[in-house]
């Protein structure tokens, strides 16, 4: 099992930046890619950016050359670096971590989401 907490949303004005942060314990070592997904009122979740064990990192068009995923390994943490935040931007934002379970398969686990509202 892998729990994962987030933080840091908040109010921001358009234009400015927000760090999110996660939090995972339990099984790290299970962990394959972790993710930051969004969701807006009456809208789907959308994935924001992914990055996997080996490093490698996926973003939405969206937001690309605006956010940044980043980890810190042994603080069992990841990040999400907004940049030049747009209304459009605002969301409950979701850790998400892919990992190895039973059976062959893959688990999903998902943090309580984090508000991020950009407005002036």
């Known amino acids: 099992q892998v729990q994962l907490v987030e933080s840091g949303g908040g109010l921001v004005q358009p234009g400015g930046s927000l760090r999110l942060s996660c939090a995972a314990s339990g099984s790290i070592s299970s962990i394959k890619s972790m993710g930051w997904y969004r969701q807006a009122p009456g809208k789907e979740r959308e994935l924001v950016a992914t990055i996997t064990s080996g490093g490698s990192t996926n973003y939405a068009d969206s937001v690309k050359g605006r956010f940044t995923i980043s980890t810190n390994n042994a603080k069992n943490m990841v990040y999400l670096q907004m940049n030049s935040l747009k209304a459009e931007d605002t969301a409950v934002y979701y850790c998400?971590?892919?990992?190895?379970?039973?059976?062959?398969?893959?688990?999903?686990?998902w943090g309580q989401g984090t508000q991020v509202t950009v407005s002036s």
């Open positions: 998400n971590a892919n990992a190895y379970g039973s059976n062959w398969s893959d688990d999903n686990y």
